[in-house]
């Protein structure tokens, strides 16, 4: 009434039923963080089926996150159109609740069902459920009841398959004919001004539609050629870090809050990493600790979500400290000065598919954060392929969607079994093309810190998935020192440092992540100068200038690809597919363990036996 203009962002949507409630939600939490706490200036509003609201687990994810302190957004507004049928199912058949919206009783939301054939009785049901969002900051849902007129498509003809239902609907009058009887009928209007207020609004409609298909036509126009242009290329100009920043990181984790009381088992970790930023031999927790110490310095907000990420499935991270008396929490990292960015850190539900598609459009919206997820093992992100199909790898060539966000995927084979070895990481390099995302394993501490600081400040914006190690977290051999964090910066690839004669090289190895430590300790027990070892730490976009200039200098050497995985697994398919080609000539063979169809072994023995037998092909000549 007072003229004012609401703006309204719409978010990208696939065709992927309630894909996209998470994306929204943390879009919206994104605009909201700037402000102050519990400041919900933004109105998310879901718009559902009725048989997709009842049948798709991940609308009660999103509603369990809906009150949980790293997702609160004020409350979401669900809208469910319910058309009572799901494309050709009818609800006996789609769902065993007596309305599709019983799933949100599972968090007491409160649910207004509303006939869709009185505007009157819609409109008084939206403002109540505003309000109560409003005034009580939770979910609310609205059951629009009503039908679908035509089908599911243009090519689908509802009475095929619900004719009796169809007939119902065939002889019955539009909302629009039955509400403007019923406000000539009161002489609310006269059938004149409703006339005239028809014509007008058709013909704005019809002046909208030329005016997007000019507009259509002409972005059509302007792709015409056939060939795509290249995409760009991702740069960044990093601020260098100083060993003073990581003194002043490594003493904020020994600088413990008056009268707080440290757990007797963490002390030493607090003073050893005190330690670690003078001395060096950093290990992996404290490395990535260094990275997102320095990036909040830098001024930039750091955002990590997933399941228990504070302390880190494996003991490793350590972010967060409890008073063993009381329960207080310390960050260490929100007391580095008083300019630094805000460090947000929480545990997930035990949830894939809805907090990966909230860190994701939190990544879309909040250009200047570096955004985490992490799985609590590699695999697990098994349960969020969708958001990585739909958004991670593809909306900046579908929809032009920029996001940073950063997938964290625990892999190695140390002989859990099949279900906690590996994250699928071919699958990931099956996605890559275009430029459209950055896949790396990186083989220590301070390779993983250059490669996080990169993406941080890389343009364009784009995804980054990291095989993070497990066993490697505390091996000796991969700990860095700290001039490893102070000079240079990310190496997509990595020459054998061990000052060979590389005429003499007859094999050189190349390999990603803990493998590489597996050849260099075996080399340390029987060395072999005939055998190179190179790591390629970024596999996507392949660094081949860099991988070719090394390999350049080995010229009487074989090439050997060798991985933990199976051969049809890993990253040896995408070696095969793209790296192989764009050797200069050069072939390259595989070692790896045969293919399965199951990741890994289930027995710890059988596994043993099987890496040390993939170890000496490698290593004999």
Known sequence: PEGKQVPVYLAANPSHLEAVNGVLQGIVRAK??????????????????DASMAGQGVVYESLQMSQLRGYRIGGTVHIVINNQIGFTTPPGESRTSVYSTDVAKTIQAPIWHVNGDDPEAVVRVAQLAFEFRQKFKKDVVIDLVCYRRRGHNEGDDPSMTQPLMYNLIEAKRSVRRLYTEALVGRRDITQEEFDNAQADFQSELEQAFAETHVAQSEIESAAAPTTSAPVAEQTAIVPPVGADTIARIGDAFNNIPEGFSVHPKLQQLLTKRAEMSRQGEIDWGFGELLAFGSVLLDGKPVRLTGQDVRRGTFVQRHAVFHDRENGQEWLPLMNLSNSQGRFYIYDSLLSEYA????????SVEREDALVLWEGQFGDFANGAQTVIDEFVSSAEQKWNQNSGVVLLLPHGYEGQGPDHSSARIERYLQLCAENNMVVARPSTPASYFHLLRRH???????????????????????????????????????DDSRGLDRSAVRRVVITAGKPYHDLLAELEKNPNPAIAVVRLEQFYPAPMTD??????????????????????????????????????GRTIRNVSRPSAASPAAGSAKRHAVEAAAILERALTL
């Open 32 to 49: 909201q963080d700037p402000y102050p706490i519990a400041s919900f200036t933004t109105v998310p509003v879901l718009i559902h089926g």
């Open 355 to 362: 907090v990966m598609a909230f860190e994701y459009g939190y």
């Open 456 to 494: 941080a400040f890389a343009t364009p914006r784009r995804p980054l998935v990291v095989f993070t190690p497990k066993a490697m977290l505390r091996l000796r051999g991969a700990s860095s020192n700290v001039e490893d964090f102070t000079t240079g910066g990310f190496q997509p690839v990595i």
């Open 547 to 584: 991988l070719n200039g090394i390999l350049e200098t080995y010229p009487n050497a074989e090439l050997v690809w060798f991985q933990d995985e199976p051969e049809n697994q890993g990253a040896w398919p995408f070696i095969l597919l793209e790296v192989s080609k764009q050797l200069q």
